[in-house]
Structures are given as structure tokens and as C-alpha cells.
């Protein structure tokens, strides 16, 4: 049993509309993956669902292996999430705050356990501070603490880096890396920003009026397998003439300059060709369509249905 979040045919109606259109996807232990799609697509509502606030219209939902129907207790013990903003209070301290949630929701969490989640999202300096002179990306560190406490396997962030500037950012994203790698989390983060989603998760789903359209692995050497190369070469007249006998797609850039729509596996032959005519290669360079390019081609494509 890998998968550590399963929506099975999900759906959702809402005042007779269907918000979620039959949904089905899972996400395995360790992974972080990005639930990306514009506002009003769906998201916070399949987020709902999974946390429990709300309960599908028709569909499975596991956490763990355990039904959330019939489970449900076992399965909220696994999730920490923060759904919109992170409730925290002003007026009293990070400790306080921290003290307070664990005191309202379980009762099992020691001093030592906030120390140490303090310290693991490096807030422990500042916990005698009162939030309200926390910056936001300290309150957004708090926030996590809290769903961190009581040690869930999975940790669920809706739409996370609102309000954060850039560096909050790429901080923020340095924390999630840490926490799937150290700790062997499985983090669900939604977004409508697929700049953020692009550099932190390993595969991505996109939603688009509550269907999921397309689900991705952006990890490395995956989104790379069938793509462009741009190379240098001392010859690329003579290097087009080679590859149109072998069929291959290239464009011709300049003399020196040839790219080559393939597959990587390919790669390897058409080097050792070209050596073979004594062919100079100066340099090869993969050239990753972002996911930006292949997000709007997606959705372009999905538009009026
Ligand atoms: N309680 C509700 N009642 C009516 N419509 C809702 C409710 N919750 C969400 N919706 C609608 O469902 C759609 C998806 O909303 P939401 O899940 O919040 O999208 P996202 O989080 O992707 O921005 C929106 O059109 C929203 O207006
Ligand atoms: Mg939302």
C-alpha cells in the first residue's frame, strides 16, 4: 500500500451544481504533489473533502487505506492541513498559540513535541514573541507547526504562498522539500500559480471546472524523456544531410547550430553518427518546455468543453 491519498470517481454537487465532476487520482507516500488550477476550478473543494469538512456526493476517498466513510477517525489522525489561513491568534504567543490548538485537538502533545516542531520549521527563537509582530512568512511557519503537531503522514496546503513575496517563497519551498525528504511526508499543495507548483512538487494535476485534465511528473529525466536538444556542432550542414537519411526532426539554426526534436534514448546513436563523419560536437543542451507552455496549451485546448 503506497498511496497515501485516493480519490476514487469522486463528485460533488453543490445546490444541484456539480462542482466536482468525477475525480479520480492518487498521490504516493513521500510525494509532493501540486493541485494546480485557476480560481473557482475546484480545488479548495476536493481539499475539503479529503480533510473531511465536507463529505462527497458520490465517489471513495482513502487516506492511508482507510475509508474516509467508514474510518474516519483513523484517517484524519494521518492529515495535517491548512485550508485557507491558518487560524492564529494575535494577541497571544507562537508558543500559546501552539500550546492552544494542541490543547483544543489533542491532548498528547507535549512541551518537547512543540519544541521540536518549532525548531524543525525554525521558530523557536520567536515563540515568545506575540504573532501579531510575526511577519507572514513567520506566521505561515506557525501555521505549519501547528499542522505538524500530532505528526501526520500527510500534510495538505491550500494555496499556501498567497501573500508571500518572493523570497517567502522560495523559503517556503526549501521547507517542503525538507519535510518530504526528511521525514518521508506526503505533501498536497494547491495553487493557481504554476510557477510555485513547477519548482517544489514532483507531479503535478491540473483542475479545470472541477475535472482533472491532466496529471504530470515533473521530476527529472521524466518531463525531459521526449524533447529538444540544441547542439553545436562544426558542421550542421553536413549533420542536417545525416539526419534527414536517418528521418530524424531537426531544424537547422545557423551553420554551426542544428535542434533536434527526440527522445533521449536516441541521443547516443546520433552522436556516435556524427563522430562517425567526423563531425565536431562543441556542446548538446536539452531544452525543457516549461510546464507554463504545456499548462496553457493544456488548458487552451480543454476551453468551451
Ligand atoms: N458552498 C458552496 N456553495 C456554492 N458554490 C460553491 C460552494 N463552494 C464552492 N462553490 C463553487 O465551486 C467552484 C469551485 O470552488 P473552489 O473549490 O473554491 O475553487 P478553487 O479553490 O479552485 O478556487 C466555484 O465556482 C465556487 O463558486
Ligand atoms: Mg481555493
Redesign the pocket.
Known amino acids: 500500500m503506497n498511496d497515501t491519498i485516493e480519490l476514487i470517481n469522486v463528485k460533488k454537487v453543490?445546490?444541484s451544481?456539480e462542482?466536482i465532476k468525477d475525480i479520480s487520482f492518487s498521490v504516493a507516500r513521500g510525494e509532493v504533489f501540486g493541485f494546480l488550477?485557476?480560481?473557482?476550478?475546484?480545488?479548495?473543494?476536493?481539499i475539503r473533502m479529503l480533510v473531511n469538512l465536507i463529505r462527497p456526493s458520490e465517489g471513495t476517498i482513502r487516506i492511508c487505506g482507510c475509508d474516509l466513510k467508514t474510518d474516519r477517525k483513523q484517517a484524519m489522525n494521518k492529515i495535517g492541513a491548512i485550508i485557507e489561513q491558518p487560524e492564529l491568534y494575535g494577541y497571544m504567543s507562537g508558543y500559546s498559540n501552539l500550546k492552544h490548538y494542541a490543547n483544543m485537538n489533542r491532548n498528547t502533545i507535549t512541551h518537547e513535541r512543540i519544541m521540536e516542531i518549532a525548531s524543525i520549521v525554525n521558530i523557536e527563537k520567536s515563540l515568545k514573541q506575540k504573532v501579531k509582530t510575526y511577519s507572514l512568512g513567520m506566521r505561515q511557519r506557525l501555521g505549519l507547526a501547528q499542522a505538524l503537531l500530532h505528526k501526520p503522514d500527510i500534510l495538505i496546503l491550500?494555496e499556501p504562498t498567497n501573500g508571500l513575496d518572493p523570497n517567502g517563497i522560495r523559503e517556503f519551498r526549501k521547507y517542503i522539500r525538507h519535510l518530504a525528504e526528511t521525514y518521508d511526508m506526503t505533501i498536497m499543495i494547491?495553487s493557481?500559480l504554476l510557477s510555485e507548483i513547477e519548482l517544489m512538487c514532483d507531479r503535478v494535476g491540473i483542475?479545470e471546472h472541477?475535472k482533472l485534465i491532466e496529471l504530470k511528473d515533473l521530476k527529472a529525466g521524466a518531463i525531459s524523456s521526449n524533447q529538444k536538444f540544441r547542439m553545436k556542432i562544426s558542421d550542421s550542414k553536413l549533420a542536417s544531410e545525416l539526419l534527414n537519411m536517418k528521418g530524424y526532426l531537426h531544424k537547422k539554426l545557423d551553420s554551426h547550430i542544428l535542434e533536434l526534436s527526440t527522445h533521449e534514448h536516441i541521443m547516443p546513436e546520433i552522436i556516435q553518427e556524427f563522430s562517425a563523419h567526423h563531425i565536431k560536437i562543441y556542446w548538446v543542451t536539452p531544452i525543457t518546455a516549461t510546464l507554463e507552455d504545456h499548462y496553457f496549451s493544456t488548458l487552451s485546448a480543454s476551453e468551451g468543453m
Open positions: 453543490i445546490q451544481k462542482i488550477g485557476p480560481n473557482g476550478a475546484g480545488k479548495t473543494t476536493v491550500d494547491s493557481h483542475i472541477g
